[in-house]
T-cell receptor, first 112, second 113 residues
Framework: NAGVTQTPKFQVLKTGQSMTLQCAQD?????MSWYRQDPGMGLRLIHY???????DQGEVPNGYNVSRSTTEDFPLRLLSAAPSQTSVYFC???????????FGSGTRLTVV | GDSVTQMEGPVTLSEEAFLTINCTYT??????LFWYVQYPGEGLQLLLK?????DKGSNKGFEATYRKETTSFHLEKGSVQVSDSAVYFC????????????FGAGTRLFVKA
């Protein structure tokens, strides 16, 4: 099994550009989440989903959109990139709320 | 809202020393508690979990006990190795919060040979 696959691994954007970070899982997990990791701040939840067609906001949703049209895919869209969105982004999936997450290997995003 | 507080690092230990990393939480309901580990350049890996009070999670020599009375879930290991050097994250998932998983800030551990 591939687990949780994130693409791209690295990306540089100019301020104001938009892009989509891809996340796919092949474990038939219902729960999926996006986090950003910044030095000294741990992981902060951006958006999460408890199943296809259901999404909700996390701690830091501003500037990001998500959709969940299939169980497998949970893309994260940056609408208009800002330097404050420079971070490492992790996607994760879980079969249910108390099971614990399987993480992808991350996307390192730099906004200049 | 829910929150997780971990001891600040870095923690530096010699090989074979005893490890404790403190974690306390605030939650509305009855959360499940987790420890994750992150090695350099990698994503997080689930290390252990506990889903109700007095449960003990264990894996690879690490242990943590869910203490409802003190709202704590401290990570322990009796004898650390150089290969345990990593960042450790405490986390909770609360049914009252829609099962959002919230993480602490992480504690970096360095183990010297």
């Amino acid at each position: 099994n591939a687990g949780v696959t994130q693409t791209p691994k690295f990306q540089v954007l100019k301020t104001g550009q938009s892009m989509t970070l891809q996340c796919a899982q092949d474990m038939n997990h219902e729960y999926m989440s996006w986090y950003r990791q910044d030095p000294g701040m741990g992981l902060r939840l951006i958006h999460y989903s408890v199943g296809a067609g259901i999404t909700d906001q996390g701690e830091v949703p501003n500037g990001y959109n998500v959709s969940r049209s299939t169980t497998e895919d949970f893309p994260l869209r940056l609408l208009s990139a800002a330097p404050s969105q420079t971070s490492v982004y992790f996607c994760a999936s879980s079969p249910q709320g108390a099971a614990g997450y399987t993480f992808g290997s991350g996307t390192r995003l730099t906004v200049v | 809202g829910d929150s997780v507080t971990q001891m600040e690092g870095p923690v530096t230990l010699s090989e074979e020393a005893f490890l404790t990393i403190n974690c306390t939480y605030t939650a509305t309901g009855y959360p499940s508690l987790f420890w994750y580990v992150q090695y350099p350049g990698e994503g997080l890996q689930l290390l252990l979990k506990a889903t109700k009070a007095d449960d003990k999670g264990s894996n690879k020599g690490f242990e943590a006990t869910y203490r409802k009375e003190t709202t704590s879930f401290h990570l322990e290991k009796g004898s650390v190795q150089v290969s345990d050097s990593a960042v450790y994250f405490c986390a909770l998932s609360d049914s009252a919060g829609g099962f959002k998983t919230i993480f602490g800030a992480g504690t970096r551990l360095f183990v010297k040979a």
